[in-house]
């Protein structure tokens, strides 16, 4: 039976804040992987349903944003079969927008993709 690396990843927002997301990269030190959104998650919630491109000026922006194309949605009833259609295009729009999934300050951006990526990676004999 193949076995699968164990990874533990860590879903964090940088609520546009520099300092914050360097100290969380410097804890993580590789041994935690980062999926990191900018400005906050809602943001990767948005890409389901829409190629966005265009910088927020906080994590409430984003959270506008992704109601509106969303009418139904809130924060406190996210649910993955909500959004489960939606995967394969938010993972090519957040790694159109930032392709090494590194660029963590970059407004909007999102590396869940590179989360998604890992879980969806067949196990390898």
Known sequence: MPIRTVQIWCVLDTELDHGLAERMLAEADGK???????????????????????????AGGAERASKRVMPTWSKGGTKFADFQDG???????????????????????????????????????
Request: include cysteine; hydrophobic fraction near 40%; glycine fraction near 4%.
């Open 87 to 125: 995967v394969g295009d938010a993972c090519r729009r957040a790694r159109a927008a930032d392709p090494e999934g590194k660029n963590y300050m970059r407004n909007p951006s999102t590396s869940v993709w590179r989360l998604m990526q890992s879980i969806r990676e067949p196990v390898k004999d």
């Open 32 to 58: 935690v992987m980062l999926a990191l959104s900018t400005p906050c998650f809602d943001f990767w919630l948005l890409l389901h349903r829409e190629d966005h491109r265009a910088p927020f000026q906080t």
